[in-house]
């Protein structure tokens, strides 16, 4: 019983992390070639609408934080 329950756990923070990274990517491609200070306000708002947000951090070319 404890296996199955830790899988099935497991399985749904695989889902989760997945489910977030593919919106991440999303945001990219949608964000791709607009003006930095937009991009930077929609990180933001994507790191803070998501827990653990804090732990994102988004550069630019000349690797100058975009979020906060």
Do not use: C, H, K, Y
């Not at 994507?46 to 934080?65: C, H, K, M, W, Y």
Request: no cysteine.
């Amino acid at each position: 019983m404890w296996v199955e329950l830790d899988v099935s756990l497991a399985r749904g923070r695989d889902r989760t992390l997945a489910n977030r990274a593919t919106r991440l990517v999303q945001l990219l491609q949608r964000s791709s070639g607009d003006p930095e200070e937009w991009v930077g306000a929609q990180f933001d708002n994507f790191a803070q609408a998501t827990p653990e947000g804090n732990l994102i951090q988004v550069f630019d070319s000349r690797a100058s934080t975009l979020s906060r």
